[in-house]
């Protein structure tokens, strides 16, 4: 397990983080991969509204919709990633360990870490972290919780 801290943005009053930036957020996740997600050309628009992300992986683009972040980024970022990890070949993942945006010195902190299947349930068995699934909604992660009973 890794984990990588960096600031994905800046708080300058809610309900908006002007300045939130998923480019960051997706070359924060590539580092937190360990070279299992490698995307270059990173570019999107949401910083002040709805808008695009496009990444390339090797040669193949990869491009969602999203809705821009105020409380939690979109679960359809991770979707994409989980996908292009999937398409490289890698049986890891990404996984929130934390459910919101921390606020830290250096600005907004995402809590995050990429684990592969072996370590996940190490974790899961030795209930070391909890690990929720980024590509849920907030109200689905709250649905699976109380469906395992761990809400």
Request: proline share 6%.
């Amino acid at each position: 397990m890794k984990y990588y801290p960096g600031s994905v943005g800046t708080y300058e009053g809610w309900p908006r983080y002007p300045t939130w930036s998923y480019t960051r957020l997706v070359h924060l996740l590539a580092r937190l991969s360990q070279g299992h997600f490698v995307p270059h050309h990173v570019t999107d628009n949401c910083q002040q509204t709805d808008g695009e992300l496009r990444f390339k992986v090797g040669q193949r683009w990869y491009q969602t919709l999203l809705h821009q972040a105020n409380d939690s980024p979109d679960p359809r970022l991770f979707q994409l990633v989980q996908r292009a990890l999937h398409e490289a070949g890698s049986s890891g993942k990404i996984y929130q360990v934390r459910g919101d945006l921390g606020q830290s010195p250096s600005g907004l902190a995402a809590g995050y870490v990429f684990l592969l299947p072996a370590a996940a349930q190490r974790i899961r068995s030795q209930a070391l972290l909890t690990l929720n699934d980024p590509t849920l909604s907030v109200a689905q992660q709250i649905a699976q919780e109380e469906a395992n009973g761990t809400l």
